[in-house]
């Protein structure tokens, strides 16, 4: 008999609550499509077996995290679990000042409205799509200055969520820095596939915006996920805790916005967060989220929301949680590389990328191959994936075309603590079938656009 060699590691938890699925027949899902127009973000989940359409709000939370709902003080003002995330914020983020959010949109609307003027430019890692469209409502213009590599599939540099310094540079040189408020950087950047920034990127990074008098604004998002790569991927950081990279990566920051719906493993909630030099900013920040969230204390969340939260953060920077996490994307992805399914490499923190571009071949971009690889993919097992291509991508602000981005992905993203290694195997075998029959495949057409952020409601048909 042949020995087990390999130590495997597995979950960090034991499960205490399940929820029941629903199985559906071919039948069921050929109509649920239909019904919804192709768009995976119009299914209604009593319709989906493996939901992986987005690591948003969809996290399990810990008995932990739920002991503290219990303790929600539900006050309108200066409620206690507020203090008790700040404090939170302080110690793991060290940002002195919090303005919590509903969600990240929410706090990326107020930094947006409040640095940006009309005719500014905002660099960035990458758009990501509530993002950018609020610093585009707010007068600004986005400019993508990553790295040329975060644009090809197949490059398998260690840190492609980087920015190109030359790329800022010509940026500066171009509209002059007094044009350019902040350069907003994420970390595992979501559109290229959740790619790390290095460390190193983050200091000259700083380092340049700082002789330029340009802000640096994190999007915080899933910057304990990059923390990760960090540790693991630059020889600085290897004995280092998450805790300590994700504390020196704020350090190089002037403030952030947050989404607690990923990486702080809640179902609701977001913030921004401010430096202790950054207190004029903060000010006018606490005064707005009145007009748009609520007021400074609870930001449109329940009392409840941010005592999660603040556990979530605790739990979040443990090490055996997030090698965990990012362990069983890389383990899909492992699986699918290794029957030749094209997916975007290295595999990033949250999600695998099928590449919609080298799947399907056959397509046009403008028959949305990303779109109709996610519709295929529900189609054969029910499982939910999403579009990250053409339509994501929108229209360009000033001519009204499709952007036609160079990406053309289909995400499967992977909430955390929520499924199991043979649901990921399930998910393997289901794309294989899907990529076994992918001669026979044909696209879509749109039948209805709404204004913004168009991939949420559009609806297609199949092409004849
Ligand atoms: N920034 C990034 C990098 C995100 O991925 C998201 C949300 C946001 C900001 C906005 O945060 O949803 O709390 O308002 N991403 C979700 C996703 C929707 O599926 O990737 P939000």
């Not at 359409?53 to 709902?69: E, F, H, I, K, R």
């Not at 990279?245 to 989404?259: F, H, K, P, Q, R």
Request: aromatic share 10%.
């Amino acid at each position: 008999m042949e020995k087990l060699k390999k130590r495997s590691w597995a979950e960090p938890f034991k499960i205490k609550t399940v929820e029941l699925l629903k199985m559906t027949t071919r039948e069921e899902r050929e109509r649920a499509l239909k019904e919804s127009g192709y768009n995976t973000f119009l299914l209604k989940s009593e319709d989906v077996y493996i939901d992986l359409l987005t690591d948003s709000g969809t996290n399990a939370m810990s008995d932990y995290q739920w002991a503290g709902m219990m303790l929600g003080d539900e006050a309108y003002a200066g409620s206690k679990n507020f203090y008790n995330l700040e404090a939170r914020v302080q110690q793991f983020y060290g940002y002195k000042y919090l303005v919590p959010t509903h969600q990240g949109r929410g706090a990326e609307h107020m930094i947006s409205k409040i640095l940006i003027k009309p005719g500014d430019f905002i660099p960035g890692n990458m758009y990501f799509t509530t993002t950018r469209l609020h610093q585009e409502l707010a007068g600004g213009t986005f400019v993508d200055v990553i790295i040329d590599e975060a644009h090809d599939p197949t490059s398998l540099h260690p840190f492609k969520g980087n920015v190109d310094l030359q790329k800022l540079e010509n940026l500066v040189k171009k509209v002059g820095a007094k044009k350019i408020p902040y350069i907003s950087v994420a970390g595992t950047v979501n559109m290229a596939g959740g790619q790390p920034v290095s460390m190193e990127n983050l200091r000259q990074v700083r380092e340049f915006c700082k002789k330029h008098g340009i802000r640096v604004i994190l999007d915080a998002t899933r910057l304990i996920e990059n923390a990760y790569f960090i540790k693991t991927r630059e020889k600085e950081f290897e004995n280092k805790s998450i805790a300590e990279v994700l504390l020196e990566m704020c350090s190089y920051s002037d403030g952030c916005t947050m989404s607690g719906k990923k990486d702080l493993l809640v179902n609701i909630g977001g913030f921004l967060a401010l430096a202790e030099h950054e207190r004029e900013v903060f000010e006018e920040a606490r005064n707005m989220v009145v007009v748009y969230e609520g007021l400074h204390t609870y930001g449109g969340l329940a009392g409840r929301d941010m005592e999660a939260m603040a556990r979530g953060i605790e739990e979040a920077v443990n090490l055996d949680h997030i090698r965990a996490r990012i362990g069983q994307i890389e383990y899909v992805g492992e699986k699918l590389e290794s029957i030749g399914i094209p997916i975007v490499m290295p595999v990033g923190g949250h999600a695998i990328f099928l590449d919609a571009k080298r799947f399907l071949p056959q397509l046009k971009q403008i028959e949305y191959p990303a779109q109709t690889l996610a519709s295929e993919i529900y189609l054969d097992s029910g499982i939910r994936s999403m579009e990250r291509g053409i339509v994501s991508a929108g229209r360009n602000k000033e001519t009204g075309d499709h952007n036609f981005p160079k990406l053309e992905l289909v995400r499967l993203t992977f909430p955390r603590r929520v499924y199991t290694q043979a649901h990921c195997d399930v998910t393997a075998e289901a794309v294989e079938a899907v990529y076994e029959k992918r001669n026979s495949i044909k696209g879509l057409k749109m039948v209805y656009e709404p204004k913004y952020l168009r991939f949420f409601q559009a609806r297609f048909e199949k092409l004849a």
